[in-house]
């Protein structure tokens, strides 16, 4: 049915390809891009591809096929008929003609409902508009309603949906709708890393409840944030379609999607060869104990993972035994008792006896890794706490003193108010507030003392003002005051490394510790008597815990590639005696080496394991390759002298690996990308590296606890309790990796978006620029003509 016009100029060729497309667009529902083809048909050949305006207006109604076939085609059909009569350069009178011809065109084709038509309306306005009867004058009239705005048109006598096309353009609750503006489609997935963002969807009501359930989880928020009225105003603002929601029904929405998370972790930790375990007790404002379980594994990619999987109730006495089995009936739960390698706790003695229980259980299962050699690991920021708590018992004078002082400047607005005037007159900054610390948190202690320090003088200017102040320090107090700052800033520098949870610390630690050790050791021996009297009982504890360093943390320092050997052969050499380095030494390495022989082993034999397997399962074999396996078999059987060095030798041998200066070095990458070269070694590093060796992580949980039973929720049951604390350590670790996704995503998108710009203006510019006489010269193939 296309109209052909045999000689026409390039106006009327637009004018074919504009009519023809609109004719074939009404009457066959043919693919856009076919029917362009079809098009093409009726137009000379020469004239198109001699033409460049003519190649470009082929090419926009080829983008303007594939734009028909949206669901507002109906909408915007003469917008796009008008730009590309614009972009070909018609003259007025055939811009005009042409303009006009579409309009009706579009209008009859599109809308076309005559008296006693029986075909559907095929016009995209019915999608947003239904018929509704009102009273107008005492009559019941009909009306077109906006489904959006709720907006009512009179019906056309023709018939025809004009004005209700035109009134789409301008609905404000239809942009919101479409485009750029449209809702995020969440599509569900099985992958822990996947993104769960789609921008090609459209609003759903289910996913905008469960993205509503995960905000409420994630953020610590009361379910009757939901029922909050400017809430609902918000949400109701930005999609009209959006359904307000219970607090009962949120509260269910909750506890599903943590289900779901839950039922994600326990796949992934099935697949993890051994965890790590950090465990800690809280007593909430409701007077209730409660233990948190903490999960510390490396996952496929290598890299550091932590999750929540107990937040229990802790019956009274908190005694090892209670322990022991609160922590080995959470691990049954999950299915990964067998996977245990080590589990860190505080110095507490009913931890230690937990610790024993659980290992003499593991082991009697035979399901001990490393043969029960790290599985009791001590909280290092806890030793490092009891070190410097015994460090500050002998100043406690003059910690009173500035603690008393701050105390009594901040109680009252007008001493807050006299002390920094006095401060701004000495020209001291006072963006730094007053600290009052916490007994227990020497760091809290070490913060309280820094500020004072900042605030030396104003604090001697309002002692002279201040009649009843009576915590002023001497000279010889404040000086001891900045020489006690000056040691705990060794021990905060070492207590923030050790307390990461996102990167390996084990192998970290024998540096640090070394620090920490020189600065107690230089106190010890000083000729200030205040510091060696404020050294001897953090000498001495320090002796207690960490006079014998602790195995696993020498081999964690062997295993990173920049230490290797030289680590320990360095460290002991400055904290033990000369004649006992290279024996101290010897012993560790040769814990290495017994070590690497029982994963080796076990290696193997898992090797031989699968291989058998796969051999059975191929079914049964001929005589000749039984004889065959007969006789590899006497092969193997014979004593075969071994002169191959081992992965652990190799390793060793190489040189340490150098990293430049001011860049981060990962290690778990590394050791991902020698994994091939030490199959066995690096599986054994990515188990060591995976053991924290402080508490941190368990006693971050707390924090969350104490915002979720605030007194305002103390009523929710050990359950809720547990699935919110649970549950927000789960989406929050996964939105971090699913933010990761998407940048990465939108970087290739973006690539893929600008090559293919840049490729586009290449070829309509190699179209475009004229040469010689109005016509492109191409190249020949053939290099003699």
């Known amino acids: 049915m296309a109209i052909h016009f045999p000689s026409c100029r390039l106006a009327d060729s637009s004018s074919i390809i504009l009519t023809n497309y609109i004719l074939f667009k009404s009457h066959f529902r043919f693919c856009p891009n076919c029917v362009i083809v079809l098009l093409c048909a009726g137009l000379p050949i020469a004239g198109v591809f001699n033409n460049t305006r003519s190649f470009i207006l082929l090419s926009i109604c080829c983008f303007l096929g594939t734009k028909m076939s949206s669901n507002v085609e109906s909408v915007q059909l003469n917008e796009e008929a008008n730009d590309m009569v614009d972009l070909v350069e018609l003259s007025d009178e055939d811009n005009v003609q042409i303009n006009e011809e579409a309009n009706d065109m579009a209008d009859e084709i599109l809308d076309n409902e005559g008296d006693g038509s029986k075909r559907k309306s095929s016009s995209g306005a019915w999608s947003h508009f239904t018929t509704v009867e009102v009273q107008e004058n005492g009559k019941m009239v009909k009306k077109h309603e906006c489904m959006h705005c709720k907006k ?3 019906p056309q006598s023709s018939r025809t949906t004009t004005h209700l096309l035109r009134h789409l353009k301008k609905c404000v609750f239809v942009k919101r709708l479409k485009g750029t503006k449209g809702f995020i489609n969440f599509q569900p997935s099985d992958n822990e890393n996947a993104s769960e963002f789609n921008a090609m969807g459209g609003y759903d009501q289910m996913k905008c409840r469960e993205l509503i359930a995960k905000l409420i989880i994630a953020h610590e928020l009361p379910f009757s944030f939901v029922e909050y009225h400017w809430f609902n105003i918000l949400m109701k603002y930005n999609n009209p379609l959006y359904q307000k929601v219970s607090m009962a029904t949120i509260r269910k929405d909750c506890i599903k999607v943590v289900e779901l998370e839950r039922e994600k972790l326990k796949k992934v930790l099935k697949k993890v060869d051994m965890i790590s375990l950090t465990s800690d007790c809280w007593t909430s404002n409701q007077t209730i104990g409660y233990m948190c379980l903490t999960a510390h594994y490396i996952d496929s990619n290598w890299k550091m993972q932590k999750r929540i999987i107990g937040f229990n109730e802790l019956a009274p006495p908190h005694s090892g035994e209670v322990i022991s089995d609160a922590i080995l009936e959470c691990l049954i739960k999950w299915g990964i008792q067998d996977k245990i390698g080590t589990i860190t706790l505080d110095n507490a003695s009913s931890n230690d006896r937990a610790a024993s229980i659980l290992k003499n259980t593991f082991q009697g299962k035979g399901k001990l890794h490393f043969e029960g050699m790290f599985f009791h690991v001590r909280c290092c920021a806890h030793i490092l706490n009891l070190v410097v708590q ?27 108010l006299k002390f920094g005037e ?36 104003a604090y001697q200017g309002y002692a002279l003002r201040d009649s009843n102040f009576e915590w002023s320090l001497t000279d010889d107090e404040w000086n001891r005051a900045q020489k006690v700052c000056k040691v705990l800033e060794v021990f905060l520098d070492a207590t923030n490394l050790f307390s990461g949870t996102s990167y390996p610390t084990t192998n970290l630690f024998l540096v640090e510790i070394f620090k920490v050790k020189k600065e107690i050791s230089s106190c010890y021996i000083s000729n200030d008597g205040f510091l060696k009297k404020m050294s001897e009982p953090m000498f001495e504890k320090f002796e207690k815990y960490w006079g014998e360093i602790g195995v696993l943390m020498a081999i964690a320092s062997i295993l990173d590639p920049r230490f290797k050997k030289v680590s320990i052969s360095w460290t002991f050499g400055k904290l033990y005696p000369s004649n006992e380095v290279d024996d101290r030494v010897e012993d560790v390495i040769n814990r290495l ?32 390759d039984r004889i065959e396996d007969d006789f590899y078999a006497f092969l193997k059987s014979r004593p075969v002298e071994n002169t191959q060095k081992s992965e652990v030798e190799v390793y060793l041998d190489e040189p340490n690996y150098i990293v430049l200066e001011n860049k981060e070095f990962d290690v778990l990458s590394w050791w991902s990308q020698n994994s091939s070269k030490f199959p066995v070694l690096s599986k054994m590093a990515r188990n060591i590296f995976s053991i924290p060796i402080t508490t941190v992580a368990s006693e971050s949980a707390f924090s969350a606890g104490g915002r979720i039973l605030d007194d305002y929720r103390s009523s929710l049951t ?21 933010i990761q996704t998407l940048q990465v995503s939108l970087y290739l998108y973006l690539s893929f978006i600008f090559n293919f710009i840049i490729l586009l203006l290449t070829f309509l510019f190699y179209l475009c620029v004229p040469i010689g006489n109005g016509r492109r010269k191409f190249r020949s193939s053939n290099p003699d003509k």
């Not at 500050?392 to 008393?404: A, M, S």
């Not at 919110?724 to 699913?738: H, M, Q, R, Y």
Request: with cysteine; net charge positive.
């Open 152 to 154: 009512k048109y009179a």
């Open 390 to 416: 015994d460090g500050l018992g002998t100043i406690d004078c003059c910690l009173v003193k500035i603690r008393e002082g701050v105390k009594y400047v901040r109680k009252s607005p007008g001493r807050l």
């Open 422 to 457: 006095i401060a701004i007159t000495l020209g001291i900054p006072t963006r730094r507030s007053l600290c009052i610390d916490v007994k227990t948190r020497w760091n809290s202690t070490h913060r309280m003392l820094e500020s004072a320090m900042h605030y030396k003088l």
């Open 593 to 624: 080496q017994s070590l690497y022989v029982k994963y080796s082993t076990a290696f193997h034999m898992a090797r031989a394991s699968k291989n058998n397997m796969m051999s059975t399962s191929s079914g049964a074999t001929d005589v000749r």
């Open 718 to 738: 050990k359950d809720m309790v547990e699935l919110l604390v649970c549950g927000g350590d789960w989406i929050k670790a996964t939105s971090k990796t699913t």
